[in-house]
């Protein structure tokens, strides 16, 4: 009966008691530099942030056609780069180039000799 009336005692005056220690934490406060927040607005910032992008390709075209018309064929390969900014009051910046090289094609120059025509399909190929 007394253990049972010492536990609630003790229960409910619980006091916490510590001894003294350094609490630098008051002192800290004024010295304590905050943490760097990155400025979004800036152009640097969105230069910072930017992406590269890089692409190949390759492609083939042929022509065969019906009778004495000539047959035309192209095979080219290619590719690219861009970068882009980060976006900069809602707008982007970029700037990139392209390349296509011509790996193997028949004469594109030359006209048919039916028709007179020269080639429409297969030069479109190179023309970006």
């Avoid at 230069?47 to 042929?62: C, H, L, N, P, V």
Wanted: glycine share 8%; net charge negative; aromatic share 16%.
């Amino acid at each position: 009966m007394y253990a049972i009336l010492w536990l609630l005692f003790a229960q409910f005056t619980a006091v916490d008691a510590t001894a003294q220690t350094a609490d630098t934490s008051l002192a800290d406060d004024e010295h304590r530099e905050e943490p760097k927040q990155n400025d979004t607005t800036t152009l640097l910032h969105a230069f910072r942030k930017g992406s590269i992008e890089g692409r190949f390709r390759y492609f083939f075209i042929s022509a065969i056609n019906e009778g004495q018309l000539s047959d035309y064929y192209a095979n080219a390969f290619g590719g690219g780069i861009k970068y882009q900014t980060a976006s900069f009051h809602h707008f982007k910046f970029g700037l990139g180039g392209f390349y296509t090289f011509n790996l193997c094609s028949s004469n594109l120059a030359k006209p048919d000799s039916i028709t007179g025509s020269p080639n429409r399909y297969e030069i479109g190929l190179f023309n970006i």
